[in-house]
């Protein structure tokens, strides 16, 4: 044998080795350009807020900007779980009001619109909780394995479950909630309130359990390809199934720091936070087609939304009865932007 037929082999092998490294380099830059775009966006809202109103970049204000972005963080995180699994459940919103209602009203004397049996606060928690276990498990079920479509059902149990979250306290507002049961959102750790670290470690042991995980692998290759996952021998089902419960439960405790967050239970709670939760999770790079996207691209998604809306609630006093109007509109606009530029990278499908 010659020896230049010996060296074809090498020479093809090499050349498909650096192709291969070439191609895992250019996808990884492309993951880190989805992960890290919004951050220069991020940097001009935190000089805009500067200049617009002095007490912007205060310690304070900060520190309030991240304690109302944490319940909102945490959803976010759940319906990221579930996006990436190529489904969605509009119903978190629901959940996110519901569960915190029935637990409230079962702890709090009628003083305080409960429903007067003031059972202990801990139960009271464990309830929250276990609505959130049924209700996922439930919506799990019915999408899953028996192919109901996840953008109707969940649509429904949103209603029906906000409808039920009305009627229960007659659209009346949950008070006088002992402390254990508002700890989460109200209390503060290091000067740091509880609930961001909770969301901050939800975030980050979601974001490594993704990465390291064989079952968060898994997620990625459900989302990207279904049928392919099923015949790697991947559970798509009972994992599918699992990430609704985890995405429910995530909602629940949401609702439950914004319970605590107010000392009280609204009838109204969550209504309109599944919009700015989708904005949150499209314009952080999550694609709606699955497989895409990591907990990082979430969390910035989250952040910008928080600056605009404290941006705008800086506004000056005569513009103040704008403030909604031009929130709900910028949240428009950046979706819109958000989509654009992931087609212009390649981050979305068509």
């Known amino acids: 044998m010659s020896k230049s037929a010996v060296e074809r082999p090498v020479d093809q092998s090499q050349q498909t080795i650096t192709g291969t490294?070439?191609?895992?380099?250019?996808?990884?830059?492309?993951?880190?350009?989805?992960e890290l775009a919004l951050l220069p966006a991020i940097i001009i809202l935190l000089i805009i807020g500067?200049?617009?109103?002095?007490?912007?970049l205060t310690e304070a204000n900060l520190i309030t900007v991240a304690q109302l972005a944490a319940p909102l963080g945490i959803v976010v995180a759940a319906e990221t779980l579930i996006l990436l699994t190529g489904k969605f459940d509009l119903s978190l919103?629901?959940?996110?009001?519901?569960?915190?209602?029935?637990?409230?009203w079962l702890i709090a004397s009628k003083e305080g619109q409960g429903l007067g049996t003031q059972w202990n606060p801990y139960l009271g928690i464990a309830i929250v909780l276990l609505i959130g276990v049924v209700v996922g498990a439930f919506n799990g079920f019915m999408v899953i394995k028996l192919g109901f479509n996840a953008f109707i059902f969940t649509l429904g149990m949103l209603i029906l479950l906000a409808g039920i979250q009305e009627g229960v306290v007659k659209g009346r507002t949950v008070y006088f909630l002992p402390d254990a049961f508002v700890y989460l959102g109200s209390q503060s750790l290091f000067a740091v309130p509880v609930s961001v670290w909770v969301a901050a470690l939800i975030f980050l042991l979601a974001a490594l359990f993704l990465r390291y995980h064989r079952v968060g692998r898994a997620i990625y290759a459900i989302g990207g390809n279904t049928e392919a996952a099923r015949a790697a021998g991947i559970h798509v089902d009972r994992i599918r199934i699992g990430v609704f419960i985890v995405a429910s439960v995530l909602a629940a405790l949401a609702g439950l720091m914004t319970a605590g967050l107010d000392v009280a239970v609204t009838a109204s709670q969550g209504n309109g936070l599944i919009f700015t939760v989708f904005a949150a999770a499209v314009i952080g790079g999550i694609s709606l087609d699955g497989g895409r996207?990591?907990?990082?691209?979430?969390l910035t998604g989250v952040i910008l939304l928080a600056l605009v809306t404290n941006i705008l609630n800086l506004l000056p006093p005569s513009l103040s009865q704008f403030q909604t109007f031009w929130i709900d509109a910028a949240t428009g606009l950046i979706i819109l932007i958000a989509l654009g530029l992931a087609r212009l990278i390649g981050t979305e499908r068509g």
């Open 21 to 34: 490294l070439r191609r895992q380099g250019q996808h990884l830059m492309t993951n880190w350009i989805r």
């Open 50 to 56: 500067a200049f617009e109103n002095p007490a912007f």
């Open 93 to 104: 919103q629901s959940t996110y009001g519901l569960a915190p209602m029935v637990g409230a």
């Open 293 to 298: 996207g990591r907990m990082l691209g979430a």
